[in-house]
């Protein structure tokens, strides 16, 4: 079993900064790619960035040039750093881990969720 552990949301005003922090721990073989996704009242989870073990990343265009998105591979973490944020981003941010266990099988891995709100 592989828990996901999440730190860092928080109330923050227009145009402000916040780091999101997401350890994995527990039975890890492999951890391909992390990501952290988004969920606002009324919508349906949306991706907001993601790296694979390699490091290349991805962002959603609403985000783009504003987010960045990290990893520690030696401590299964993966970080994100919002700034100039702005009321639309406000959310429940959850991270996630594709995996690979020893024998091969893939299995996804989520955060309990981390309350973003950005004031105006």
């Known amino acids: 079993q592989v828990q996901m552990v999440e730190s860092g949301g928080g109330l923050v005003q227009a145009g402000g900064s916040l780091r999101l922090s997401c350890a994995a721990s527990?039975?890890?073989?492999?951890?391909?790619?992390m990501g952290w996704y988004r969920q606002a009242p009324g919508k349906q989870r949306e991706l907001v960035a993601i790296?694979?073990?390699?490091?290349?990343?991805n962002y959603a265009d609403s985000v783009k040039g504003r987010f960045t998105i990290s990893r520690d591979n030696a401590k299964n973490a993966t970080y994100l750093q919002m700034d100039s944020l702005k009321p639309e981003d406000t959310a429940v941010y959850y991270c996630?881990?594709?995996?690979?266990?020893?024998?091969?099988?893939?299995?996804?891995?989520w955060g309990q969720g981390t309350q973003v709100t950005v004031s105006s």
């Open positions: 996630n881990a594709d995996t690979t266990n020893v024998v091969g099988r893939q299995y996804d891995y």
């Open positions: 527990g039975r890890i073989f492999s951890i391909n790619a």
């Open positions: 790296i694979t073990s390699g490091g290349s990343t």
